[in-house]
């Protein structure tokens, strides 16, 4: 079964940036597809962005894209999340997750309501000050 771990998380100002990884150990990254999700104070989860299994295709959500890239590094084992001029809104606990089901995959990375992927990490908390 695979582990995810967040990291990279942390306090920027409004215009910097951060990079999150999502490390997966007990398999490999490539079999699965992964999705960053957050949590804002007060909002659902929402998703940001997803990569297809084995990283050929990616979605970025619309309140982030042309700020955010998703990106696989099979050699690391990890997915990341670069997130370029961070905006106060964008403070929120960021997550990882992943699955093998094709299903779940293609409906997560169309951004289908109720999909939820099956392996998650804890969480890495970004706050955007202004």
């Known amino acids: 079964q695979v582990q995810l771990a967040e990291s990279g998380g942390g306090s920027v100002q409004a215009g910097g940036s951060l990079t999150l990884s999502c490390k997966a150990s007990?398999?490999?990254?490539?079999?699965?597809?992964v999705g960053w999700f957050r949590q804002r104070p007060g909002k659902e989860r929402e998703g940001v962005a997803v990569?297809?299994?084995?990283?050929?295709?990616?979605n970025i959500a619309d309140s982030v894209k042309g700020r955010f890239t998703i990106s696989q590094d099979n050699a690391e084992n990890t997915v990341s999340l670069q997130m370029n001029s961070l905006k106060t809104e964008d403070t929120a606990i960021y997550y990882c997750?992943?699955?093998?089901?094709?299903?779940?995959?293609?409906?997560?990375?169309?951004?289908?309501?109720?999909?939820?992927?099956?392996?998650w990490g804890q969480g890495t908390q970004v706050t955007v000050s202004s």
């Open positions: 990569i297809s299994t084995g990283g050929g295709a990616s």
């Open positions: 997750a992943a699955d093998n089901d094709p299903g779940r995959c293609l409906a997560a990375r169309h951004w289908v309501p109720g999909t939820l992927l099956t392996y």
């Open positions: 007990g398999d490999r990254i490539s079999r699965f597809c």
